[in-house]
Every structure is written in C-alpha cells, then in structure tokens.
C-alpha cells in the first residue's frame, strides 16, 4: 500500500533559539522527496455534500482531484426524495396541488399554476380573464424570489455577502405579499382546478405597485455591485462554458439554456395565460458560461417586473370580476348556498367525496418556472385520481450536465458552476 | 383543438407497420411505435429536414391501473426550431423483460431521464452506459416504487426498513468504482472487505 496521505503535524511547531519554527507541516521544509511525488502521482477523491452549505441542498458530489483539477465529478441526489409522483396517485386532482408546493419550494406559486393548468388544458376548461391576470402576477412573483436567492447564494458562493442582503430584504416584500394572499408564506397551495383559492385582499395590488416601482432600484444596485466586478468576472467568465449544441443535447432549459444562446421560453414558445399579449424580452446569452447565466437571470428580474406592472394594470381594469369558472364540476359553490340550495349541495358534496375528474386521456403542460421548464404530464382514465402524474423536473435535468461542466475545471470552480445551474434540491429529488 | 400533427403520416410512410397507432389527447398528438423501431424512429425524427425534433423534453414511463395493459415508456419530444411538439410512445409487454434501446446516443439528456425511469419502473435501456440507481440507493431492494404492484408504503414493514438502514454497510455508500479509484479498498477494515466481496450491496451488483 502506498502512502496517500501527507501527515500533518498537528502540534504547534516549536521554536528553535532564532525565532525559526523547527517543525513545518506538509514536508515543505524536510524535502522529502516521496511527499512530492506522492502530490502528483496520485488522485484524490473528495466527497462534498450532502451537508455542505455550498450545494445548495442535499447534494453529494464525488469528485475526482489531480492536483487541484477535477478529472471526473459524480453527482449522488436522492436524499430529498419524497416520492411526489406516487403520492398523486393516491391523491384528488386538488389535493395534488399541495405536493407541489413542496417540490420546488422557493416558487410554489408557479408550480401551483403549471398543476392547475395541466388539468384544466385535460378538461378543455376556459379560465376567466381576472384568474389568468392573478396567475401571471404568482408566476412572474415567483420568479423574482426564485432569482433573488439564487442571486444572494451565489453571491455568498463567490464572496460576496452584502447583494445576499439586498436580495433577501427585497424577497422578503413578496413573501410578505404572497402571505397576504394566500395566508402561507412558503405552502401557498394558491390555485384550484379551474380558478383560484382566494382572490387578492383589498389593497394588495397597491403592495405590489410598491414593490414593482421600488425593486428596478435594487437591481441597478446589484448590477453595480457585480455585473463590472473584477472578481466576480474573474471567477465567472468563461466558467462552466456550455455551447447551444451542447444545451440542447442535453435538454437543459429555461436560463441555463437561454445562456447558451438558444432563444426557448416557454412563455413565448408554447403560450399559456395569455402570455403572448404581454410585453416582454427574452435575454439570451452568448458564450453560456456563469457570467451569462448571472446576466440572463438578472435581465429576466427586469421583465418579470415589467410583466408584474402590465398584469397590474389589467387587473385595475378586472375589478370584482370573477375567479372562478363557472362550472360546477370543478368549483365548489358558496358555502351559503350549499346550506340552502339542494342542487348546489349536492355539488358541494360530489365535489368534496370525488373531486374533479377530467375524461380519459393525457396531456404535457408545460410551463416557464425560474429554474427552466417545468412540466406536468399527466394520465386520467376517468377517475378522481391520475393514473400517472409526473414531474419534468427542470433542475433535474439542468443538474444532469453538471459532471460535463466540472471536468476540468478547477475545485473551487465547481461551487460556482453547482450554483450557476440553480438547483433546488427538493424538485430534483422530488 | 389542435389536430394531428403532420408528423405521422410522415412517420407512417418511413416506417409503415413500425408505427402502431397514433391518438391525439388534449390536442396533443401522440404515436405508438414498436419496441424493436423505437430507436430509428426517435433518430429519423431528430435527423430528418421537416422533422428536427432535436429537444428531448422528456422521458418517463406510464403503468396503468389495468394489469393487462403494458407499461408504456413515453418520449417527449420538441423541435426548437419548428415550435412544434410530438410525443412518441413505447408499449413494453409486462409478460417478457422489460427493454428498450436507450436514446443515450442521441440526447445526452436521457442521461439521468432514463435512469430514473429505470430506477422507479425496472425498465432496462439497452446501451445505456451507466444504468444505475438514481433516486433511490443503490442498494434498495424493494423493488421499482412507481409500479402499480408497489404498495404505497413499500414492501416492507417500517421494522424491516428501520432494521435494514442500521444494519446497512457504510462503506456502500461510495459506488465500487469510487473505492477503487481513491485506492481505499485495500485500507478498509477486513469485515468491510469480506462484506463487500460477498456482495453486500443490495441485488443490483
């Protein structure tokens, strides 16, 4: 067996009679020569995760070390599953919409709308103009707070600790206002099949118009901070490089793919709630390394919030308009008529024992999340419960081309790549 | 509703009977090819002008309540350029070994794709290079969670699965190749050795 390790000394090195330490760790000063050739002959094997703050999550990488470089990266996941997809088997069409709160919960709104929407697309349901207006608002609200953290963590990744305090505090406004909505700041469970849980409190709208008019500030702030930065440029340019070729061989999307150069959004691709009548860019990058990423994901915070002030003045225009459809095989009538009116009992009833049940047949809804496209596959064969509900999970399948990006890279690199792909490990896992 | 897309006659007078049925649900057009075309098809669909599915959405697997039904592996495809959708499906009779040809080759995003889809349904993807695992652990033996046949709360009893996790090997969670590569195999401790010779490793490997 060959010697693998150095021995550190772990005493504190004496002294001798000159002020010299006489005892240097690592075999610096004893030049022995088989330490040396030991460094470089050999391959360490370095386990990162899955308690580390810089995977962002349970994830466990293997990494194979030469030197400082990494000659090959295995990802381990699996540590968060919860076995969603099965869960929903057992599950109601609205009591599915729960799970996926918990999926990737740093956008649970989004993922409420992708859920409703797949379901709603099976059962050719028509939505009103109001529910579409609000379900942009809880899209484009979530992907603000899903790029703030990976903005702030990032950040941390790479040194940099004040813009995490800028984006948290600007977070924090949402949540505060998702709060107000839906009375839960994390599981918000905001839609149902064929509208909306609640409609926004008197005022809200006024809370988002703040926030709209306040956050471009913060982000021209964060641009000053970063987008110049010698140091974040230094660590960020050219860094886990992935060519559009490349991105799309391996499925990756939303702004992991956009960095590439690759102009896919969902939102404007494939149209759902009326995307198409707002007025929005995509960025797109060019050379699909880290920096791109950063640039894209900031670009997009921007559109989102010109999308937020769109939807805002539509919805001046939708004031007490309703929800909800209105069809009573998958809204649940007033409470006060289901106590008075037989029919809308009964209704009430069915609805509550069964759920909703889409016909026999199957559909891919596919939806622009923060980390890429998240899509909703999903198999009725009549009954109140899927057949099959799966999950495309976009940070799954963005987490997939991590090993291509790391090898041959240096360590250090491989904690911003691993939060460039912006992962949460709960929907990886699922 | 959007109606069928023109892909299938396309499809039909490529590959004639290779192609089995093809439905639309929700708007969405869905074709049926046999298990031994599956991989020139999805190929001839990526390649061909007209065609250019060069995105794979995504890859899954569907087991329907009725027992007789065959499992279906389900591609989802997508033509960047084109804006259009396809999806293409795979019925594997459950009676013979579950095998399709892996579409590795072709998307390095069937990657992961399929080893989940092999890990959940104990679907085998021929010429997959690294068919492992990927949610659950390598040495789960229980079986394949998304089957119809798996009860909810797994084949075994709470007992079963609390006495299996402390009794699990801790060295079994770095793969053979990862022991192997940091040279760690030979400073194990001898029992550790013994059990991974003997195989310790659940009923994959």
């Known amino acids: 067996m060959t010697l693998r390790t150095v021995e550190m000394a772990l005493a504190t090195p004496g002294l001798d009679a000159a002020g010299f330490p006489t005892r240097v760790p690592l075999g610096v ?27 962002h999550g349970v994830l466990r990488l293997v990494l194979e070390l030469e030197g400082e470089t990494v000659k090959r990266c295995i990802p381990h996941i699996g540590y968060l599953h919860s076995g969603f997809e099965k869960l929903g088997e057992y599950r109601h069409y609205n009591q599915i919409i729960p799970l996926t709160d918990r999926t990737d919960y740093l956008s649970p709104m989004a993922n409420n709308v992708g859920l409703a929407l797949a ?25 603000i707070i899903s790029h703030l953290v990976w903005l702030g963590t990032t950040g941390i990744d790479l040194g940099a600790f004040t813009p995490f305090l800028w984006s948290f505090q600007e977070r924090e406004r949402i949540y505060n206002l998702q709060e107000a909505w839906t009375g839960a700041r994390l599981t918000t469970s905001l839609t149902r099949v064929g509208g909306l849980m609640a409609d926004i409190p008197d005022g809200w709208e006024a809370g988002l118009r703040d926030f709209t008019n306040t956050f471009p500030k913060t982000l021209q702030e964060v641009d000053t901070m ?12 050219g860094v886990g490089a992935l060519s559009a070729e490349e991105a799309i061989n391996y499925s990756l999307s939303g702004p992991m793919l956009r960095a590439s150069g690759v102009d ?16 929005f860019d995509v960025p797109v990058g060019e050379y699909g390394d880290i920096y791109d990423r950063y640039r894209v994901r900031l670009e997009e915070m921007t559109q989102s919030n010109r999308i937020l002030e769109q939807a805002l003045d539509r919805l001046s225009r939708l004031q007490g308009a309703p929800i909800n459809v209105s069809d009573p095989r998958v809204v649940l009538p007033p409470k006060s008529r289901a106590m008075s009116d037989m029919e809308a009992m009964i209704f009430h009833f069915k609805q509550v024992m069964e759920g909703v049940k889409p016909p026999a047949g199957e559909v891919y809804m596919g939806i622009e999340n923060p980390k890429g496209e998240l899509g909703y596959y999903m198999v009725s064969d009549g009954t109140s419960k899927p057949v099959r509900w799966r999950i495309r999970p976009p940070s799954f399948i963005n987490l997939a081309s991590l090993p291509t990006m790391c090898e041959g890279s240096l360590l250090s690199d491989v904690i911003a790549i691993n939060a460039s792909v912006d992962i949460v490990m709960g929907e990886v896992d699922r | 509703m959007k109606s069928l897309s023109p892909s299938v006659p396309a499809l039909r007078s490529e590959f004639g009977a290779a192609v089995e049925r093809h439905q639309v649900s929700s708007g ?19 390649d061909t002008p007209g065609q250019e599915y060069n995105y794979l959405t995504d890859v899954t697997a569907v087991e329907y309540r009725d027992p007789e039904r065959p499992l279906e592996v389900v591609y989802q495809l997508r033509s960047l350029g084109r804006k259009a959708d396809l999806r293409i499906k795979v019925a594997l009779d459950k009676r013979v070994p579950l095998e399709v040809r892996s579409v590795y080759d072709l998307w390095r995003g069937a990657d992961w794709l399929e080893r989940e889809v092999f890990d959940m349904f104990g679907v085998t993807f021929v010429g997959h290079p690294d068919l492992r695992r990927i949610l659950m652990w390598e040495t789960y033996a229980e079986g394949f969670p998304l089957r119809k046949d798996f009860p909810l709360r797994g084949h075994f009893s709470r007992a079963e699965q609390t006495r299996q996790a402390l009794a699990a090997n801790p060295e079994a969670h770095y793969s053979l190749e990862e022991l192997s590569l940091a040279d760690a195999y030979g400073e194990l401790p001898k029992d550790m050795q013994e059990r991974l010779a003997r195989g310790e490793r659940g009923f994959l490997k």
């Open chain 1, 264 to 279: 896919y959004d969902v939102r404007k691709d494939r149209p759902y709630l009326d995307y198409e009548t707002y007025d």
């Open chain 1, 119 to 143: 379901v709603e697309a099976m059962m050719s349901l028509e939505l009103t103009e109001r529910c579409k207006v609000l379900r942009v608002i809880a899209c484009e609200m979530s992907r």
């Open chain 1, 226 to 237: 970063f987008t110049r930065n010698a140091i974040w440029i230094g660590r960020t340019q």
């Open chain 2, 28 to 46: 969405q057009t869905i074709a049926y090819v046999s298990r031994d075309r599956s991989h020139d098809v999805l190929a001839w669909l990526r």
């Open chain 1, 29 to 55: 000063a004893g030049d022995e020569p088989h330490y040396r050739e030991d460094l470089g002959a050999e391959r360490m094997l370095v386990n990162i995760g899955p308690q580390h703050p810089a995977t």
